[in-house]
Nanobody, 125 residues
Framework: QVQLVESGGGLVQAGGSLRLSCAAS????????MGWFRRAPGKEREFVAA????????DYADSVKGRFTISRDDAKNTVYLQMNSLNPEDTAVYYC??????????????????WGQGTQVTVSS
């Protein structure tokens, strides 16, 4: 059974940092692109960041570019999201996702076939 489990969320003051982790089990995702999405209260789930299968290519939403960094450690079957300079608009549930097919990468939710349960990030002003 494939599982993606996020961790590292919490409450942080504006300007602070958090690092989210997404540990995969049940299969290896070393040939798959991975992504992070988030859903703020009252809003749709939106794309945050993506990384390709090799880690050599990344993509970010404009709202987080320059502040967030996605990375992967295939030896640990884990993907990370380093979040710096957080602001209250970053408050959301953050979800990790794995692509349905190998070697792809993208921003659309329907390209991802595996999802974690989410971790809450709350940024206070």
């Amino acid at each position: 059974q494939v599982q993606l489990v996020e961790s590292g969320g919490g409450l942080v003051q504006a300007g602070g940092s958090l690092r989210l982790s997404c540990a995969a089990s049940g299969r290896t995702f070393s040939s798959y692109g991975m992504g992070w999405f988030r859903r703020a209260p009252g809003k749709e789930r939106e794309f945050v960041a993506a990384i390709n299968w090799s880690g050599g290519s990344t993509d970010y939403a404009d709202s987080v570019k320059g502040r967030f960094t996605i990375s992967r450690d295939d030896a640990k079957n884990t993907v990370y999201l380093q979040m710096n300079s957080l602001n209250p608009e970053d408050t959301a549930v953050y979800y990790c996702a794995a692509r349905s097919l190998p070697y792809g990468m993208g921003r659309k939710r329907n390209g991802y076939g595996y999802w974690g349960q989410g971790t809450q990030v709350t940024v206070s002003s």
